[in-house]
């Protein structure tokens, strides 16, 4: 067979059909053209592939899930899904993968290479596809829109993503413990919850993440870096997200709805959060005593009731605070501030809870109810306290005597008489010494 010597790189193709295409790529050549978005390749095959993302085709179908793709190259990478197989080994660590563009990745991981360069900011990436979607941070561009909400995006694969929101896909499944994911890469780092694994390291401080974006938004607490700034109010931002999430509150953009009951959200996260209050789904389980949670965070506040960890410190009494709510409430005993303000009467209180409580004086709403003598209350100290009535319970100790209260209040009316007597006998000391007559010196 005659082969063809592509005489500026030296490789040999085929036919002549391929050299001609192969060649576009030393002379930058793209002659196919969408007319959809404008964008422009090189090769049909790529342009045939691309336009059905507009078009939503997907001819090539999995005979194992029956899931559908745009590409025949991705249907046999999504194969090994089913199959385990991960063809791709590093041979620095052991991990293997099932895509060759994820194992390049990887290994740059290794050597710490980033060799594709914005040109707008100088950031430097290790994927070039990473380095597109970042580009369209200074372009603005978002290409693919969304029919069912209208959100534009920037990338094919966020677009496919945020479609799952409306369909409620989720293809990807943890088998360990049959959590689904709409997301590849969620799956990944959910799994790191039952391996313990802590694949990114601090070199500054030694402390260890289970995600990248984590370990990134860490490293920054370090240098302080906040390179994404909000060009409406000059606010600058260390996450990606928090600058888009912050952007919507000028925006007042909410795209993320509720299909039980209507609920819009600015940001994806408390979106997901919200949706488990209706489907009860409590994801993350504490390794100490089995206690299921909704969210990451509130786990991780969680196990520090096992590790005794209280990381808030309060720098005027030093009493320190497992949560950083509670330290600051705590703070406003020092301050005085007290944010939450009655807008019928204008009293305020330092907690959001105390104003819940108060308001419902205003309107007669005792939500609270005894069950062995049906008194209600407006609020559940209240409730709590009345029942130590039946239960017979004195939780407050006098610290001078045997005496013990229901309430905290009957403790500090008991500690007066303790004043009360402390402040006579200091008085009778007194009027003691004035009386008694200066001792006689003999001369």
Same mark, same amino acid.
């Given at each position: 067979?005659?082969?063809?010597?592509?005489?500026?790189?030296?490789?040999?193709?085929?036919?002549?059909?391929?050299?001609?295409?192969?060649?576009?790529?030393?002379?930058?050549?793209?002659?196919?053209?969408?007319?959809?978005?404008?964008?422009?390749?090189?090769?049909?095959?790529?342009?045939?592939?691309?336009?059905?993302?507009?078009?939503?085709?997907?001819?090539?179908?999995?005979?194992?899930?029956?899931?559908?793709?745009?590409?025949?190259?991705?249907?046999?990478?999504?194969?090994?899904?089913?199959?385990?197989?991960?063809?791709?080994?590093?041979?620095?660590?052991?991990?293997?993968?099932?895509?060759?563009?994820?194992?390049?990745?990887?290994?740059?991981?290794?050597?710490?290479?980033?060799?594709?360069?914005?040109?707008?900011?100088?950031?430097?990436?290790?994927?070039?596809?990473?380095?597109?979607?970042?580009?369209?941070?200074?372009?603005?561009?978002?290409?693919?829109?969304?029919?069912?909400?209208?959100?534009?995006?920037?990338?094919?694969?966020?677009?496919?993503?945020?479609?799952?929101?409306?369909?409620?896909?989720?293809?990807?499944?943890?088998?360990?413990?049959?959590?689904?994911?709409?997301?590849?890469?969620?799956?990944?780092?959910?799994?790191?919850?039952?391996?313990?694994?802590?694949?990114?390291?601090?070199?500054?401080?030694?402390?260890?993440?289970?995600?990248?974006?984590?370990?990134?938004?860490? &490293? @920054? #607490?370090?240098? /302080?870096? !906040?390179?994404?700034? %909000?060009?409406?109010? =000059? $606010? *600058? +931002?260390?996450?990606?997200?928090?600058?888009?999430?912050? &952007? @919507? #509150?000028?925006? /007042?953009? !909410?795209?993320?709805? %509720?299909?039980?009951? =209507? $609920? *819009? +959200?600015?940001?994806?996260?408390?979106?997901?959060?919200? &949706?488990? #209050?209706?489907? /009860?789904? !409590?994801?993350?389980? %504490?390794?100490?005593?089995?206690? *299921? +949670?909704?969210?990451?965070?509130?786990?991780?506040?969680?196990?520090?009731?096992?590790? /005794?960890? !209280?990381?808030?410190? %309060?720098?005027?009494?030093?009493?320190? +605070?497992?949560?950083?709510?509670?330290?600051?409430?705590?703070?406003?005993?020092?301050?005085?501030?007290?944010?939450?303000?009655?807008?019928?009467?204008?009293?305020?209180?330092?907690?959001?809870?105390?104003?819940?409580?108060?308001?419902?004086?205003?309107?007669?709403?005792?939500?609270?109810?005894?069950?062995?003598?049906?008194?209600?209350?407006?609020?559940?100290?209240?409730?709590?306290?009345?029942?130590?009535?039946?239960?017979?319970?004195?939780?407050?100790?006098?610290?001078?005597?045997?005496?013990?209260?229901?309430?905290?209040?009957?403790?500090?009316?008991?500690?007066?008489?303790?004043?009360?007597?402390?402040?006579?006998?200091?008085?009778?000391?007194?009027?003691?010494?004035?009386?008694?007559?200066?001792?006689?010196?003999?001369?």
């Amino acid at each position: 067979m005659e082969t063809h010597h592509c005489d500026t790189c030296g490789k040999s193709l085929s036919s002549s059909s391929n050299l001609k295409q192969h060649m576009m790529i030393h002379t930058g050549e793209k002659p196919y053209s969408c007319d959809l978005c404008g964008k422009t390749f090189s090769q049909a095959g790529n342009f045939r592939a691309h336009s059905r993302i507009h078009t939503g085709e997907k001819p090539y179908s999995c005979d194992l899930c029956g899931k559908t793709f745009s590409q025949a190259s991705a249907l046999p990478v999504h194969r090994r899904i089913h199959t385990g197989e991960k063809p791709y080994n590093c041979d620095i660590c052991g991990k293997t993968f099932r895509h060759n563009a994820n194992f390049r990745d990887h290994r740059r991981t290794h050597i710490g290479k980033k060799p594709y360069s914005c040109d707008f900011c100088g950031q430097t990436f290790s994927r070039a596809d990473r380095l597109r979607i970042h580009s369209m941070i200074h372009t603005e561009e978002k290409p693919y829109s969304c029919d069912l909400c209208g959100k534009t995006l920037s990338n094919s694969a966020s677009f496919t993503v945020h479609r799952r929101i409306h369909t409620g896909e989720k293809p990807y499944s943890c088998d360990l413990c049959g959590k689904t994911f709409s997301r590849s890469d969620s799956l990944r780092v959910h799994r790191r919850i039952h391996t313990g694994e802590k694949p990114y390291s601090c070199d500054l401080c030694d402390k260890t993440f289970s995600q990248a974006a984590h370990f990134r938004d860490h &490293h @920054m #607490t370090h240098t /302080g870096e !906040k390179p994404y700034s %909000c060009d409406l109010c =000059g $606010k *600058t +931002f260390s996450q990606a997200a928090n600058f888009r999430d912050h &952007h @919507m #509150t000028h925006t /007042g953009e !909410k795209p993320y709805c %509720c299909d039980l009951c =209507g $609920k *819009t +959200f600015s940001q994806a996260g408390n979106f997901r959060y919200h &949706h488990r #209050t209706h489907t /009860g789904e !409590k994801p993350y389980s %504490c390794d100490l005593c089995s206690q *299921t +949670f909704s969210r990451s965070d509130i786990l991780r506040v969680h196990r520090r009731i096992h590790t /005794g960890e !209280k990381p808030y410190s %309060c720098d005027l009494c030093g009493q320190s +605070f497992n949560q950083a709510a509670h330290f600051r409430v705590h703070r406003r005993i020092h301050t005085g501030a007290k944010p939450y303000s009655c807008d019928l009467c204008g009293k305020t209180f330092s907690l959001a809870g105390s104003l819940r409580s108060h308001r419902r004086t205003h309107i007669g709403k005792n939500p609270y109810s005894c069950d062995p003598c049906d008194e209600a209350f407006s609020s559940s100290s209240g409730l709590k306290k009345h029942s130590r009535i039946h239960r017979g319970e004195k939780p407050y100790s006098c610290p001078h005597c045997d005496y013990s209260g229901k309430t905290n209040d009957h403790l500090k009316s008991h500690l007066r008489i303790h004043n009360r007597k402390q402040n006579k006998a200091v008085m009778s000391g007194a009027k003691l010494s004035q009386q008694s007559p200066p001792e006689r010196t003999s001369v």
